[in-house]
């Protein structure tokens, strides 16, 4: 109920203003965004490298509906990439097996690159930020949006794989197709993530019930870590964060051979502990001003973050 109610939210101007002008608001942002430009999203890197930990960043931007928006999302793309070689943040991390697991690399949606309108502007976008990423030793990662975009996303994301066949792919445990995608995807040298999804579906595409996104997640990790491809598994729930590590014993997983994956502001004192422990935790990190719908996909995915904004609300009386 409240999940439905946050995502409602998340599509309302006017709750979108509300927000936006909160005082509080800043102090939020804060927590879940790496501030709105390049020099801030590469400090915020450097600092979470420098404790051991992978990092896949995200321009924020999803609402594009002009070519000059998505040519703009490249460029930023371009220009981040840039600024991370530069700064030596791209270079492959040790370990990873067959694919490469870099200290930073780039999660894209392609609606932010012209899908909804365009998309053969939006694999072209996306084709020369791969170019980009390989060039500098990394790696690029397609996001996953609702599901009328998945058969689009999946198809560019195959095309792309045939030059640069390290771009990662994205899962959503509570989708009913997903067993079959991960199926096809847990592949030699496939990078898939997987994550429970944030977006409101109907019943008859995505499962409802908690409990039953969470047995499809066991289902679909249990495929990937089967398989001969790079699972990365986007949880912070602990219950599957250890049957996570239990699967890696059953199917003989090294620690270099899977990766787990957190948001940056959730849970960063688990993050540090399993990357002690010797496992890959990459965190994803969004920067850029269109935070509004990431930080309430966010909230709906984790209704327990809201007592971050209690908080923040009560400290600023």
């Given at each position: ?62 609402d ?6 998505a ?17 030596g ?7 990873g ?71 990662g ?64 598994l ?45 496992h ?38």
């Amino acid at each position: 109920m409240l999940r439905s109610v946050i995502l409602a939210a998340a599509r309302s101007q006017k709750v979108e203003r509300l927000v936006e002008t909160a005082p509080i608001s800043r102090d939020v942002v804060r927590r879940f965004v790496a501030g709105s430009g390049t020099g801030e999203a590469l400090a915020t890197t450097r600092q979470l490298a420098d404790a051991g930990l992978c990092i896949t960043l995200d321009n924020l931007g999803e609402d594009t509906l002009t070519a000059d928006q998505a040519n703009a999302t490249k460029e930023a793309y371009l220009e981040l990439l840039a600024a991370l070689g530069q700064a030596g943040l791209t270079a492959p991390k040790e370990g990873g097996g067959a694919v490469t697991v870099a200290t930073a690399e780039v999660s894209l949606k392609l609606s932010a690159l012209g899908q909804a309108f365009d998309e053969q502007l939006a694999e072209k976008n996306a084709r020369e930020i791969c170019e980009a990423a390989a060039a500098l030793g990394t790696t690029v990662t397609l996001d996953m949006e609702d599901h009328t975009t998945t058969d689009s996303t999946l198809d560019i994301l195959s095309r792309l794989r045939r030059d640069h066949p390290g771009t990662g792919a994205v899962l959503q445990a509570y989708l009913r197709r997903t067993e079959g995608d991960c199926r096809e995807l847990a592949t030699a040298g496939s990078r898939v993530r997987l994550c429970k999804g944030a977006y409101k579906e109907p019943e008859h595409v995505a499962y409802q019930a908690p409990l039953e996104v969470d047995k499809s997640y066991v289902r679909c990790m249990n495929i990937l870590m089967a398989g001969e491809g790079y699972p990365m598994l986007a949880t912070h729930d602990p219950r599957l964060i250890a049957i996570a590590q239990d699967r890696a014993r059953w199917f003989d997983r090294a620690p270099d051979a899977f990766e787990f994956q957190m948001l940056y502001g959730i849970r960063p004192e688990e993050q540090t502990r399993l990357a002690r422990a010797g496992h890959t935790v990459r965190v994803y990190v969004p920067y850029g001003t269109e935070w509004y719908g990431y930080l309430m996909r966010r909230l709906a995915e984790r209704p327990a973050n809201l007592a971050f904004f209690g908080r923040a609300l009560i400290s600023k009386k």
